[in-house]
Every structure is written in structure tokens, then in C-alpha cells.
């Protein structure tokens, strides 16, 4: 009897040695990364953040990685516009350090980034979508991205070795080619790497075929800030170019063009580039609208008013096709057995204004646009439904995603790892503020160049051209309405500020 103990003993022994055995290399297993970019989506218009427009546009399959992982509410951006912003996140260093400072500039694929390093650690790494950077994508094994801008309706894409046509929605076909791509490389025994990065929802917001009719019966609630008169701030804020009243087009931005206009450039550029059945489908929903439209006859408030309707009517129907983008991703994640080791991540190249100040797009360091959504999954790594509150920079991609592969660190990045964050610790040496710089001025929007810092409460801001000065107490004045630099109150707090943005600078070898 003690014989046969004995053996059933070192059975059970064996049994749990060869068990460990063939589940150490799972848990060895380097995780994956999905990297899911989108061009100007607002932090409200994501209803895991609990915004004005939550119960009339929810976001449910971008709400998942928030559920299944972490909401960031305090992400931020080192400089508002797309081209810096991408070159912030693959470089892990500020504008002034990459060399990148405006849309205008042209990437250095020479620099250090963070797809070459995984890519020498064994990774398959790819890029689809918008890339917007000029030059041509280094650092990836696959890469197959939208010229410039790019199209929503059939548009170009250019490969290392080809450039298509490719027929249909822009935001549909980024999802198929990124669910080809997964599929071609599950039995590589590598893991990868991959950057989905959409057009939606930049300007000019061109609903898909599925989304046409969406929201149309909806009226958006106005931020209580539309007609903003700006009249404590600088002569930056009152001198943009950027107002739903003055610079939101007609034709461009809102789509009432009729056949009159097919030689213009705006609808060729649009309208012009869908094929009949895409144009029937078209006409059937705006034709009605630019009728009733031209009928109505609106001025003023009125017509700014209308504008504000139609631009997020627009807006928001072009985010629910990348809300349905995502949930098929998530989906081939789950069925492949793919979920529990990868790292999802959702994010913008900065935030939007919706409206708020009067204003839409971005550049300006006041929070609708210095802000940007931020969510990640990762099973068993990011604890669910969780929240931070801390300070964190899309600097920090870089350094994260070289932490959590086992990459080593070059260490020329100005980022810091979101690991311990994730995890949810809360490390006492964490960055207490943020820099920001702007510089693409004259530009787009005139939006004049400025500096700033943020402590998470305060923000001051340097329009140093002119020499002027704002600040913010976010507590008391979150809707930023009130310039309080020259409160006698603050002005502790303005020079502690304006210390700490010269100790950042320093910091940052910013000259």
C-alpha cells in the first residue's frame, strides 16, 4: 500500500514538473502590440469618458479596452498637429529633438525609433494606414499607408513596391488590410508589432456607406462656450483662424455642394473621387439637407448654430465606423487566442475641439486639444475597469513598448515607461508636469506659436513672438475662460509656473 503511494506521489510529481514545463514557454512568450492611431478623435467624443455626447454617440467597442483595461484621464500631447505628434511617439523625444516641428517638415527615418529596436528584437512590425510623415516608413517589416492626407472615399496606398486604388470606405479598408496582415503572420512564431492608424476623423469628416443616415434625427447638446468672446485671453485666441462661425466651410467642411460645383476642387477632392453607387447613396441623404438648408436662409447665431449640428452629425457617424474598425479587431484578437498576450492601445495624435471656445481642430495648449484619449488592455498585466490620474505624455509610448518587449533602451528617449502605471502603482518619482511647444505659425488655423507648462492643475502659456502670457487655474476654471496671469492672487503661483517651464526647458535641452 505505501509502495503505491509512493508511485502515485512521484506521478503526481511528474505530472505537475512536465505542466510547469509546457507552460513556461507561454509565459516567456514576448507580448504583442496593437497600436491603434486615429487622426483628431476627441477625448468627448469617447463615451468611456463620460462626456456631453456619451448617450447620444457611444464609442461601445473603443469602450471595451477601457473595461477589459485602463482609462488615462490625464494624457497629453508635446505638440498639437499631427506630422509632430506621429514623431513623437516613434522617436519617444520632443519636436525640437527629433527635428520635427511642423506639418510642413519632412521625417528623418535615419533617427532612432522605436519600431527599429523591437524589429532587431525579433518582432514583425507593420504600419497601415496614415503615416503623414514625408518620408518613406523605416523600422518595419510590412507597411502599406495613405499618401499624405489621404482619401475616405477610394483611396490611394501606396506599398514599398506599389501604389492602388483601392475601392471603398477608408476606414473599412484600413480594417481589412490590418486583419490580412494579422492573419499572414500568426504562424511566423514571431510576435509583432502593428500600428493601425486611421485617417477618421480628420477634416472633413466624410461619412461612410453604413454611416449616411446616422444621427441625422440627433441634436448634440452646444458646449455653453460656443460663442466664446475670449475676452481675458491673448491676441492669439482672438486672432485665430479657427472658428465654426468664420472658417468652417460651406462646401469644404459640410458638404453642400450640388452638381453646380463638380469643376471646383473641393469636389473633386471628395464627391468626385466616389463612383455611381457611392454618389446615389451620397445624394440620397445630402441632397435633402442642402435643400432644406438653402431653404432655411440662416445668419448669425443661428447659422453658427446649424454648422455646429452638421459638423457633429459628421464627425461623430465617421467615429462610429472606427468604433466598428475596432470592435472587429478586438473580435480577431479574442477568437485567435491572440487577447491575453497582447497589449492593446487607443489613442489620438492630440484632441479636437468640438465647439468649445467657437473652435474646431487642435494647436492650441488649452485642454481640448493638448488633451488626448488614451486607453489600454492588456489581461492579466492592467487590472479591468481601471483609471489613472497621472501625468502621462505620448513621449511614453517609446519607452513602454521597449520596457514591456525587453528591447534595450538606447537611452536617447525623453519618455518615461507606463509599465509601473499600468500596473496600477503609483511611483512617488513620477513627472509632476508636462512641457508643451507649438510651432507652425504662419500656418493653418494662424495659431501663434507658444510654450507651456502644466502641473495638472495649473497651466501657464508663452506666445513669446508677442510676449504675452496665460494662466490657468484648471480647479476653479476648467473650461480655460479666465487668463488669470495678472491676478495679484496668483501670482505665487505664476511664478512658480513660469520656474518650472524654465526648469523644464533645461531639462529637455530646449534652446
Known amino acids: 500500500m505505501l509502495k503505491q503511494i509512493n508511485r502515485i506521489g512521484i506521478f503526481l510529481i511528474l505530472l505537475a514538473f512536465v505542466a510547469c514545463s509546457e507552460k513556461e514557454p507561454e509565459a516567456s512568450k514576448k507580448p504583442n502590440i496593437l497600436f491603434v492611431f486615429v487622426d483628431d478623435h476627441?477625448?468627448?467624443?469617447?463615451?468611456?469618458?463620460?462626456?456631453?455626447?456619451?448617450?447620444?454617440?457611444?464609442?461601445?467597442?473603443?469602450?471595451?479596452?477601457?473595461?477589459?483595461?485602463?482609462?488615462?484621464?490625464?494624457?497629453?500631447?508635446?505638440?498639437?498637429?499631427?506630422?509632430?505628434?506621429?514623431?513623437?511617439?516613434?522617436?519617444?523625444?520632443?519636436?525640437?529633438?527629433?527635428?520635427?516641428?511642423?506639418?510642413?517638415?519632412?521625417?528623418?527615418?535615419?533617427?532612432?525609433?522605436?519600431?527599429?529596436?523591437?524589429?532587431?528584437?525579433?518582432?514583425?512590425?507593420?504600419?497601415?494606414?496614415?503615416?503623414?510623415?514625408?518620408?518613406?516608413?523605416?523600422?518595419?517589416?510590412?507597411?502599406?499607408?495613405?499618401?499624405?492626407?489621404?482619401?475616405?472615399?477610394?483611396?490611394?496606398?501606396?506599398?514599398?513596391?506599389?501604389?492602388?486604388?483601392?475601392?471603398?470606405?477608408?476606414?473599412?479598408?484600413?480594417?481589412?488590410?490590418?486583419?490580412?496582415?494579422?492573419?499572414?503572420?500568426?504562424?511566423?512564431?514571431?510576435?509583432?508589432?502593428?500600428?493601425?492608424?486611421?485617417?477618421?476623423?480628420?477634416?472633413?469628416?466624410?461619412?461612410?456607406?453604413?454611416?449616411?443616415?446616422?444621427?441625422?434625427?440627433?441634436?448634440?447638446?452646444?458646449?455653453?462656450?460656443?460663442?466664446d468672446d475670449y475676452a481675458t485671453r491673448t491676441s492669439a485666441a482672438r486672432d485665430q483662424d479657427m472658428t465654426i462661425d468664420k472658417t468652417m466651410e460651406l462646401k469644404y467642411d459640410l458638404k453642400m455642394w450640388s452638381k453646380a460645383d463638380s469643376a471646383s476642387g473641393v469636389y473633386q477632392r471628395t464627391y468626385g473621387r466616389m463612383n455611381p453607387s457611392q454618389q446615389k447613396a451620397w445624394d440620397a441623404v445630402y441632397d435633402p439637407l442642402r435643400e432644406d438648408f438653402e431653404k432655411a436662409n440662416l445668419s448669425g447665431q443661428d447659422l453658427v448654430r446649424w454648422k455646429y449640428q452638421r459638423y457633429m452629425r459628421d464627425y461623430l457617424a465617421v467615429i462610429r465606423a472606427v468604433d466598428e474598425s475596432v470592435g472587429k479587431v478586438l473580435d480577431y484578437l479574442k477568437e485567435n487566442n491572440l487577447e491575453d498576450n497582447t497589449l492593446v492601445v487607443y489613442t489620438s495624435d492630440q484632441g479636437f475641439y468640438l465647439g468649445e471656445h467657437g473652435w474646431f481642430d487642435k494647436r492650441f495648449m488649452y485642454e481640448e486639444s493638448f488633451r488626448t484619449p488614451l486607453l489600454m488592455s492588456w489581461p492579466g498585466v492592467i487590472p479591468s475597469g481601471t483609471t489613472s490620474d497621472a501625468l502621462v505624455s505620448n513621449l511614453d509610448f517609446a519607452q513602454t513598448f521597449l520596457e514591456i518587449t525587453e528591447t534595450p533602451d538606447p537611452g536617447t528617449m525623453q519618455g518615461l515607461s507606463l509599465l509601473p502605471i499600468m500596473k496600477g502603482e503609483k511611483p512617488t518619482d513620477w513627472r509632476k508636469s508636462l512641457y508643451y511647444a507649438y510651432f507652425e505659425y504662419p500656418g493653418a488655423h494662424s495659431v501663434k506659436k507658444h510654450e507651456g507648462a502644466f502641473d495638472g492643475r495649473f497651466k501657464i502659456i508663452h506666445f513669446y513672438d508677442s510676449d504675452e502670457w496665460e494662466f490657468y487655474d484648471l480647479q476653479s476654471d476648467p473650461k480655460e475662460m479666465n487668463n488669470v496671469y495678472s491676478a495679484p492672487e496668483m501670482q505665487n503661483q505664476v511664478v512658480r509656473m513660469q520656474t518650472e517651464l524654465k526648469r523644464l526647458k533645461e531639462e529637455y535641452q530646449v534652446k
Request: glycine residues 6%.
Open 42 to 227: 476627441a477625448f468627448q467624443a469617447i463615451s468611456a469618458y463620460e462626456s456631453r455626447l456619451k448617450d447620444l454617440a457611444p464609442t461601445p467597442n473603443i469602450d471595451r479596452i477601457a473595461k477589459s483595461g485602463m482609462r488615462f484621464n490625464r494624457a497629453y500631447v508635446t505638440n498639437s498637429i499631427c506630422a509632430p505628434s506621429r514623431a513623437s511617439v516613434l522617436t519617444g523625444l520632443h519636436s525640437h529633438a527629433n527635428g520635427h516641428l511642423t506639418n510642413n517638415d519632412t521625417f528623418d527615418g535615419s533617427q532612432t525609433t522605436f519600431p527599429k529596436l523591437l524589429q532587431a528584437n525579433g518582432y514583425n512590425t507593420a504600419i497601415i494606414g496614415k503615416w503623414h510623415l514625408k518620408s518613406a516608413p523605416t523600422g518595419f517589416d510590412y507597411w502599406d499607408i495613405l499618401p499624405g492626407q489621404g482619401h475616405y472615399y477610394n483611396p490611394d496606398f501606396i506599398t514599398a513596391t506599389d501604389t492602388t486604388i483601392e475601392t471603398g470606405y477608408v476606414t473599412e479598408i484600413i480594417t481589412d488590410k490590418t486583419l490580412n496582415w494579422l492573419k499572414s503572420q500568426q504562424d511566423s512564431g514571431k510576435p509583432f508589432m502593428l500600428m493601425m492608424q486611421h485617417k477618421a476623423p480628420h477634416r472633413e469628416w466624410e461619412k461612410g456607406p453604413n454611416q449616411l443616415s446616422l444621427y441625422e434625427d440627433v441634436t448634440f447638446p452646444e458646449p455653453d462656450n460656443l460663442f
